[in-house]
């Protein structure tokens, strides 16, 4: 039995958009079902038991709404809980994400690779994992910068005050001569010139999300799910916070005017408010 493709993805909040858009770029045909759990954010400084519970409710609630896979748009969230999501549904496709260190290890010339992300994707065993395969071969330095997930959210990356705050949260990272800068969390690649523009352009700038977009694709064939070439595809959108959270960035980051849903969590379930 074969079914429509309808690809389920979810992040803390407007990060996992970053993803949306390349899974666009390479099925546009695609439907796909987003959500944003904006009542959690951010995920960052979780506890992964929190981030687990999270996870496994969300992924329920997008198959009982169709999805056909689970693209968790998320390093927080992939690092915490890919493997007990996969434990719990062992019949659901789900793609994860991890910082990209390897291509960043590929293509260094100094030596010196640097990874921004959050605190609880820096404490979770995939990243341990990571550092251990690569770390004898590279030296990779780490950074993490509070606010900045809420400040994407916020579309604040303007002006120097946005500035100052990338700076300082990087200013560590800069006394290493990095060639190479992992985005290790969905929301970065919002903030890619402020990013940028901190760095230096001699730095390269390390975004995973094309390549879990050809993952997505990769697997979605692999469980039989044709991609429809022809049919206008469906996109829902769906927060767990105010519908504004959701609807502004849309607009603003992606150019789309849609209306966007809300769900609403009791008891560890999420259900349509
Ligand atoms: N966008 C998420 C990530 O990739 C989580 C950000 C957060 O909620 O802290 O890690």
Partial sequence: MTQRACVGVFDSGIGGLSVWREIIRLMPSVSTLYLAD???????????????????????????????????????ASGAALSSLRQALPDTPFVGMEPAIKPAVERTQTGHVGVLATPTTFRGELFQRLMARFRHRVAIHTATCPGLVQ?????????????????????????????????????????????????????????????????????????????????????RFITTGQKANLRVPLESLLGLQVTVERATWRDGKLQFA
């Fill in 151 to 235: 400040r994407v959210e916020d579309g604040a990356l303007d002006g120097t005050e946005a500035l100052h705050h990338v700076e300082a949260c990087l200013r560590p990272l800069l006394t290493y001569p990095i060639d190479q800068l992992v985005l290790g969390c969905t929301h970065y690649p919002f903030a890619r010139t402020l990013i940028q523009e901190v760095v230096g352009s001699e730095v390269a700038l390390i975004d995973p999300a094309p390549a879990v977009a050809r993952q997505t694709k990769r697997l979605l064939l692999n469980h039989h799910h044709p991609i429809p070439s022809e049919t206008k595809p469906s996109h």
């Fill in 38 to 76: 904006q009542a959690h954010l951010p995920y960052g400084t979780r506890s992964p038991e929190e981030i687990q519970n999270l996870a496994l409710g969300i992924a329920r609630f997008l198959l009982s709404e169709g999805v056909s896979l689970i693209v968790v748009a998320c390093n927080t």
